[in-house]
């Protein structure tokens, strides 16, 4: 999460953004909360996903190949982070140890 907010805040014009997921999703805009949520019910219980999540998306504009490529997406980013986290790969040296003291969860 901390090398993934390290690029964030690296975009130009990314400060509101950056301050929202350190504050959290109601924060976000409709369409962020929307994503945020349904990456973290994917992310957290992938058996509970139903055609309603897909439908919110649908809702603030997204289509079938959007959503698709969200869904690939998201199982990437969860596939390799469980990958890294089992063999034990270690952070690159400017994380330090836990990403706290840049106002992160440990989740």
Known sequence: MLSHLRDLESLPGSEDLVDSVRSGPETLDERARII???????????????????????????????????????GFFNHINRVADS?????????????????????
Do not use: N, Q, Y
Request: glycine fraction near 10%; aromatic fraction near 4%.
């Open 87 to 107: 063999l034990g790969v270690d952070l690159e040296a400017w994380m330090g140890e836990s990403g706290a003291d840049r106002g992160l969860s440990p989740d």
């Open 36 to 74: 945020a949520a349904f990456t973290e019910k994917l992310t957290r219980s992938p058996s509970k996903m139903d055609a309603s999540d897909i439908d919110a998306l649908r809702r603030v504009g997204f289509d079938d190949g959007t959503i698709l490529e969200l869904v690939h997406v998201i």
